[in-house]
């Protein structure tokens, strides 16, 4: 996969090399013990749920609270059914039960669970305020630009969010200091591959990793491709750079679509961002 990435970038042995040592080092990064809250929740064992961190207490400000568009429903829209994710929603890490043994942890009076990812009722961030980013890192896979499109499509259109940027190249886009490339007035872009270099972009000065405007136009029919137009990469994974983009950028919703390595750095990040007391959230898509 690492070759294939490889080939797909054109990147010359020893970046590749670097890259792969940056990864590797990147699985190796130790996430610390999970915290967890006990729910009742009427049964007979006591569910650990993995705790989360809200961005209203580790950024120190309050939530918008207003009410999700996706209440309303509307026939032929992207708007949902009007069913949220409930706070206390769950998932059983292990859903497989069987009858002749006991699931439960330790004194056997606990399970593990996760919170339920989805929709909810009311919305940290007021729609009209987001700025948002997305990135995929690590090999292609199938489905790629499908993700990227749904996530532009729904952030537009259901939500009304005006300003979503594409990081290209996995991480190391994020070392880009060159402005946003800029879609014509159909929403169109004559190269969005970032190594083939046009013309207008030459005039303009930008680089290849310059951040791509993603609009509803530009996506349209990036379903029918294959592998990424944000292209991706292995490893180019600095913390200091990507807090300085999104800050520049003042992205307050970065989407990170990758697997194990590309989450190890987006637990790294997010944590990076609590600390920082930075209101962003970090959202991130499992592919393998």
């Not at 020893?14 to 049964?43: F, M, N, R």
């Not at 650990?48 to 032929?76: E, I, Q, T, Y």
Request: proline share 6%; glycine share 10%; aromatic share 6%.
């Amino acid at each position: 996969m690492l070759l294939h990435t490889a080939r797909a970038l054109a990147l010359p042995a020893a970046t590749v090399a670097a890259a792969k040592a940056h990864c590797d080092a990147l699985d190796k990064c130790a996430i610390p013990d999970l915290e967890y809250d006990t729910w009742s929740h009427g049964l007979p064992t006591v569910l650990k749920v993995h705790r989360l961190l809200h961005l209203r207490d580790a950024a120190g400000v309050a939530s918008a609270n207003l009410p999700n568009p996706f209440n309303s429903p509307v026939p032929g829209s992207f708007h949902g059914d009007g069913k949220f994710t409930r706070e206390a929603d769950c998932i059983l890490a292990d859903i497989v039960r069987k009858g002749d043994k006991d699931h439960s942890e330790g004194d056997g009076s606990s399970i593990h669970a996760y919170h339920r990812a989805g929709p909810r009722k009311d919305l940290h961030f007021d729609p009209k305020e987001v700025r948002a980013a997305i990135v995929n890192c690590g090999g292609l896979c199938p489905g790629l630009n499908n993700v990227i499109r749904d996530v532009v499509e729904h952030l537009s259109y259901g939500y009304g969010v005006e300003t979503i940027y594409g990081i290209r190249g996995g991480y190391r886009g994020f070392a880009s200091t060159s402005p946003p490339t800029l879609t014509n007035t159909m929403g169109e872009l004559p190269c969005p591959l970032p190594r083939q270099q046009t013309t207008a972009g030459a005039l303009l000065g930008r680089d290849e990793w310059a951040p791509l405007r993603l609009t509803p136009g530009l996506v349209r029919d990036w379903h029918r491709e294959g592998g990424s137009n944000l292209s991706s990469a292995r490893g180019g994974f600095d913390e200091e750079k990507i807090i300085a983009f999104l800050e520049r950028h003042r992205i307050n919703q970065l989407y990170v679509i990758g697997g194990d390595g590309t989450h190890r750095g987006a637990y790294r990040l997010a944590e990076a961002v609590n600390k920082r007391r930075l209101n962003v959230a970090i959202c991130g898509v499992p592919k393998t």
